[in-house]
């Protein structure tokens, strides 16, 4: 629950209502403009700051956020003695907005991306701060983007109207059928499992397990997984 005091000219009132009430637009409505002018003078996308915010608070509705003013699910010491928390707590949101950016900023994980990329390229920020370790779920930049094309963030950033996203990285698998033919052994005349064995730096028991074998003959012409 939040508690406001409203002023009525004779003294105040405490209006009290639920934090359940705030729908996600309603959040988006609050901070797009204050998130607009972090990315125009940090040059983040703002759609990316809403989304994460949007994200680690439940749209202003999480406990840190309605007690400490977190919206970011940045750890750190706070005062508040209304709940045991590891978060940092904020005078006010817009702070925790601010602490945000001052956070990216300032470790070299995040740092290279402000000059890596531009106010636009959200799906490039939000893999990025991915990657700095901002998040231990590997589907979190899946996440953030993923609200970024239901909300319509990118309405925030200001693209220009010719702007291209850059086309996704292109992801390297590596070749199962380069590493089952590549480690193969085609029995000779006059081998033995000892000599292979010991020419591979391994032993006859661990080949004859890779192979399933019951023992240790082998024949011309037979591969042995190495």
């Known amino acids: 629950m939040f508690k406001t ?5 004779l003294c105040f009132t405490i209006l009290t209502f639920s934090a359940a009430a705030q729908t996600t637009e309603d959040y988006i409505d609050s901070y ?3 998130a607009q002018g972090l990315m125009r003078e940090y040059k983040i996308p703002a759609s ?8 680690e608070s439940a749209a202003g509705t999480s406990k840190i956020a309605r007690y400490l003013n977190n919206h970011f699910g940045i750890k750190g010491a706070n005062s ?7 978060y940092k707590d904020y005078p006010s949101a817009l702070e925790s907005y601010d602490h945000f950016i ?5 470790r070299m994980a995040f740092r290279t991306l402000f000059d890596k990329y531009d106010q636009y390229d959200y799906k490039s920020w939000a893999r990025g701060i991915q990657r700095g370790g901002y998040a231990r779920s590997r589907t979190w930049a899946a996440q953030i983007i993923g609200i970024i094309k239901k909300n319509n963030l990118y309405q925030y950033d200001e693209r220009p109207e010719d702007y ?8 390297r698998v590596a070749s199962r059928n380069r590493r089952s033919t590549a480690k193969t052994y085609t029995v000779k005349a006059g081998d033995n499992l000892h000599n292979i064995a010991k020419a591979r730096h391994t032993t006859p028991a661990a080949l004859m397990k890779k192979n399933g074998l019951k ?10 997984k190495l």
């Not at 005091?5 to 000219?9: D, P």
């Not at 990316?48 to 994200?55: G, K, P, S």
């Not at 023992?215 to 042995?224: N, R, T």
Request: glycine letters at 6%; proline letters at 9%; a negative charge.
């Open 48 to 55: 990316v700051i809403l989304a994460v915010a949007i994200h």
């Open 102 to 106: 001052e956070f990216l900023t300032s």
């Open 215 to 224: 023992g240790p003959a082998i024949k011309p012409g037979q591969k042995l």
């Open 32 to 34: 797009a403009e204050h």
């Open 164 to 171: 291209t996203e850059p086309a996704a990285p292109e992801v």
């Open 80 to 86: 508040n003695n209304e709940i045991r928390s590891a």
């Open 5 to 9: 005091l409203l002023y009525t000219g």
